[in-house]
């Protein structure tokens, strides 16, 4: 009589989305709350107020994950991926996943004119890509810095204030050192207008002065 084999009989089980990572630690849930929130509507008061704690549920989960607000500094552009003295902790993979995730918030159409080259579409269209493409540059600015002041809350002391950058240049040292103490006034003011001002004006004013220390970013060369 033949025996048996003893066959060991492994379940395969599919981990759930919240652990599986899409780019760096970029988690499914994660996507799925980044991507949802730049679509509320803020034209009033609620919503303002609905749209500050959806971002805030997929900040914190941004940061719950592992993530990094360097992660959220562009490897490219004139920067070259350095923002106000910190280098980019991005990859390509996961910086064309974030703006993915977040141009889906933005709605079908815009995430339809990304994927369509400049000559395919027609004057209104191509304007319309410009709009959201600025639009998306400014709202990862923002949410960068957010994520960046969440992070500096949890380790319980300010990130060490980052020293203008030196690339041996006389002139561009001199400019970054001026653009060193304009960024660090901005960031004061909008500490100050989040803590003084409406929810809804200081949504507001995030974006613009997003834009602004964008402008006045280091030089590395």
Not at 90 to 118: D, F, I
């Amino acid at each position: 009589m033949k025996k048996k084999a003893n066959v060991e009989v492994v379940e395969v089980v599919e981990a759930p989305a919240s652990t599986m990572y899409i780019a760096g630690k970029f988690t499914h849930e994660a996507r799925e709350l980044y991507s949802t929130f730049a679509n509320k509507d803020v034209t009033a008061e609620k919503a303002v107020e609905s749209a500050r704690k959806a971002s805030q549920a997929a900040y914190d989960k941004l940061v719950q994950d592992g993530m990094l607000w360097t992660d959220f500094v562009s490897l490219g552009g004139k920067n070259k991926g350095v923002y106000d003295g910190h280098k980019s902790t991005t990859t390509p993979e996961l910086w064309e996943a974030l703006k993915a995730a977040r141009l889906e918030g933005r709605g079908e159409r815009a995430v339809r004119l990304a994927a369509t080259p400049k000559k395919a579409l027609n004057a209104r269209d191509q304007k319309d890509k410009r709009a959201n493409e600025t639009w998306l540059g400014r709202a990862m600015s923002a949410d960068r810095d957010a994520i960046r002041k969440r992070q500096e809350k949890k380790d319980g002391t300010a990130v060490t204030e980052p020293q203008p950058v030196e690339t041996g240049d006389k002139v561009v040292d001199e400019a970054n050192k001026v653009n060193h103490r304009i960024c660090k006034k901005v960031r004061d003011l909008q500490t100050y207008i989040e803590k003084h001002a409406a929810v809804k004006d200081a949504e507001v004013t995030k974006d613009v002065l997003a834009s602004v220390l964008a402008t006045f970013a280091q030089v590395t060369e």
